[in-house]
């Protein structure tokens, strides 16, 4: 963990704020590759995950972009809440998005606050001389964060901007953008869930491998309330322990109940912070961390939002 101070706000769009974060004793900040996040320790107990913005690469300080959304579940508020001068611990940055070494050219869709990896992403390529294009839609020109960054001459006409209320011919083609299927491309998104679902659903009908797809939730896509929910069990190792885990309940909150501790981060199936190993057993997964052929293979599962197929469950605790 890492304690740092907020050093400087900004406003970067309409809701968007930028917090540099910089170690409260100056010291350098761990490295990190575009694409990876931190988990910040908020002042009211929450712990939300915030990609590193382009600009962080200055080893003493962090960048975090944050949208506010005052329906959502208190993360961006009590972010917005932070004044420069407070204090708050983080983790070492994690990358769970990084590039794809070896692709020949890379195709980058954001949509709102999602630009944070992406545009860290494009600038290396750019460093690199790598073939990219960046797509950033928004709904509005207000919206837009760090076009100062995005106006850069070294990302000269390979950022395409999207309005929602702009006219017909700039809106996103998908088809266009992705183009064919080409072996040595590689497609990255980062959005609001509907918006990716939509890219990777697109991107698979067309034939695009899971391999090609990476993507980068922010917070879980909205589940239509499951009434099926059952009971099962879980056992603790192989002949340990057997517990029950109620409808209305999780695995997290059945274990935590003995004494049981899984390190949580976002408790939404994220981060993966809490993933565990299946010894015995079909999980029910629902997390937005696994790719489809980890969940395939049905030997981890995130038990702060995942749940059991089989009646029971035995994980490696
Ligand atoms: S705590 Fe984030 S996936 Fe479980």
Known sequence: MIEVVVSQRR????????????AVDGSPLPHHEPGAHIDVHLPNGLIRQYSLCPGSAN???????????????????????????????????????????????????????????????????AARNQDFTLHYGARSASRLAFLDRLDHKTLAGRV??????????????????????????????????????????????????????HREYFAAPVRAQDTQ?????????????????????????????????????????VCGTCLTRVIQGQPDHRDSFLTDQERAANDCFTPCCSRSRSPLLVLDL
């Open 59 to 125: 080893e003493r300080r962090y960048l975090i972009g944050v949208l506010l959304e005052p329906n959502s579940r208190g993360g961006s508020v009590a972010v917005h809440a932070l004044q420069v001068g407070d204090r708050l611990l983080i983790s070492e940055p994690r990358n769970h998005f990084p590039l794809e070494a070896g692709a020949q050219r890379s195709i980058l869709l954001g949509g709102g606050i999602g630009i944070t990896p992406l545009l860290s992403m494009a600038e290396q390529l």
């Open 160 to 213: 395409c901007l999207h309005l929602d209320d702009g006219p017909d011919e700039q809106k996103l083609m998908l088809n266009q953008a992705l183009g064919p299927v080409n072996q040595g491309t590689h497609i990255y998104v980062c959005g609001p869930g509907g918006f990716m679902d939509w890219v990777l659903g697109e991107a698979r009908l067309a034939g695009w491998s899971e391999e090609q797809l």
């Open 229 to 269: 929910d059952e009971a099962f069990e879980i056992q603790i190792g192989d002949g340990g322990a057997i517990y029950t885990v109620p409808a209305g309940s999780t695995v997290i909150d059945v274990l935590n109940e003995h004494g049981i501790e899984v390190p949580v981060s976002c408790e939404q199936g």
């Open 11 to 22: 406003n970067e769009a309409e809701g968007i704020c930028s917090f540099e974060l910089t």
